[in-house]
């Protein structure tokens, strides 16, 4: 069965065309009641870290206008945590870092605030200010994890495009 991509949709979604349903790809950009006919693909392995930024972004946007800036950071991780899942991409929370010191593998307690599918890293503050230690955090969390990019996003902010930096680990 073909695969087609909705570029209205946002964050990206696939679809599946039905044997009983003719592809038109005009129709499946332009007409609304086409979802009555396609089941939604929600699988992620395709998507790059950009892909995963991007959509963790515009989840990111979705919570901080309907919750705003001043709440706890435990919120801000459970509301994105559960737009992120609506999403279908796998997404776990507090996931443990591994830490090996020359041979020995060191249970620390360090803890990744969110994983999108084993590759991408999210860590969450709600800060009047985020420092360099802080970002500096984030790009030894990508090292331990060995992820190329990772979001460190501060939700406690009046416009969240202030309070997102994007942290590369090496090339990506």
């Not at 890293?121 to 990772?150: F, P, V």
Request: neutral net charge; glycine residues 4%.
């Amino acid at each position: 069965m073909p695969i087609f991509r909705l570029k209205e949709t946002n964050p990206i979604y696939w679809i599946k065309v039905e044997k009983d349903f003719c592809a038109n790809l005009f129709s499946l950009t332009f007409d609304r009641n086409i979802f009555n006919k396609v089941e939604p693909m929600y699988t992620t392995s395709f998507l790059t870290e950009n892909d995963l930024c991007r959509i963790t972004m515009d989840c990111a946007f979705k919570v901080h206008k309907d919750l705003g800036p001043g709440l706890l950071e435990s919120v801000y991780k459970e509301c994105l945590f559960y737009e992120i899942g609506k999403t279908g991409i796998q997404v776990e929370k507090e996931k443990p870092i591994p830490l090996i010191y020359e041979t020995v593998k060191l249970e620390c307690g360090y803890r990744a605030d969110l994983v999108l599918d084993n590759k991408f890293l999210i860590e969450l503050k709600s800060l009047d200010k985020i420092s360099d230690i802080h970002l500096a955090q984030t790009l030894t969390y990508l090292k331990l994890m060995d992820y190329k990019l990772g979001l460190l996003i501060n939700f406690n902010v009046v416009f969240l495009k202030d309070g997102i930096k994007r942290v590369i680990n090496g090339i990506l």
